[in-house]
């Protein structure tokens, strides 16, 4: 069954679909919530016990905050990549559905390192030990490639080619310089002094110099896509950063008591 307009109106007893901030559609037998993308204002929307299968149209919603799921048919955690451009979003209920998998515990994590502002997940509050456990034991979803990634701007597709760069094993040196080679040109873009680097490793140095290199892979892109984000995604990072680096804090001292 398909969300209509109708029936957007009536149950949140308004009058136009943009002016509609809370919306309860538990046990509706929906399939389709494409709707969705013509409610920017909506706030709270209630979906369990339904069919649906993406989350897509939500990614519109820039002022969703909660979003309940519960018993539908989310096949896979990548659909989490619609959810990341959401910056208020600080509760997600998507317990029982097929992409919450065997293994609870991974689930978890998985859902927190990619939405790491989550307040709640299942009805059970996010702690900041959880949200610096995900970083770790979770694992990075990535949506689905599409033609045209990147809308013309080869400093945006590289910032994404340079995410999934960063988790493989370069074979050669001269691949190792061509990737070097680009990331010092987008980092002259942004301003920033390229990483010191005297000369290419040598065979027995390819472990360290990889390490390197894919740590610098990820601080790059990340500082192309931060230029994309508004204030509201600009604090938003800035709170993860500080919860992680708070939790790394902890650690540390815990290691020198010990």
């Known amino acids: 069954m398909k969300l209509t307009r109708k029936m957007v109106l009536s149950r949140a ?3 136009e679909l943009h002016s509609v901030r809370k919306l309860n559609c538990w ?4 399939t389709d919530i494409s709707i ?22 939500v990614s519109q919603c820039q002022h969703l905050s909660e979003l309940y799921l519960r018993r539908n048919r989310i096949a896979s955690l ?9 910056p208020r979003l600080r509760v997600l209920w998507l317990a029982e559905n097929p992409c919450c998998g065997a293994d609870p515990h991974l689930y978890r994590m998985t859902v927190l390192r990619n939405l790491p502002n989550l307040q709640k997940l299942d009805n059970q509050a996010v702690t900041e030990e959880e949200l610096a456990r995900a ?4 694992e990075e979803v990535t949506a689905p490639s599409r033609e045209g990634t990147g809308n013309g701007r080869p400093e945006l597709s590289y910032a994404l080619s340079a995410m999934n760069t960063a988790t493989e094993t370069q074979g050669d040196q001269l691949s190792f310089c061509d990737e070097e080679e680009k990331g010092s040109h987008i980092r002259g873009q942004l301003g920033l002094k390229p990483p010191a680097q005297d000369r290419l490793p ?3 140095q390819r472990d360290a110099a990889s390490s390197c290199k894919n740590r610098d892979n990820i601080l790059t892109a990340i500082l192309l896509l931060l230029r994309d984000l ?11 950063v500080v919860s992680r680096l708070r939790a790394l804090h ?3 001292l815990q290691e020198d008591v010990e």
């Open 250 to 252: 902890r650690q540390e």
């Open 36 to 57: 969705c993308r013509e409610m920017p204002s909506l706030e709270v929307i209630t979906l369990s016990v339904n069919s649906v299968s993406t989350l897509e149209p």
């Open 135 to 138: 970083v770790m034991e979770g």
């Open 13 to 15: 007893k308004a009058s």
């Open 27 to 30: 046990g509706s037998r929906l």
């Open 78 to 86: 990548t659909e989490l990549c619609y959810l990341k451009g959401l």
């Open 230 to 240: 508004d204030i509201e995604g600009l604090e938003a990072v800035h709170q993860t």
């Open 202 to 204: 040598s065979f027995s």
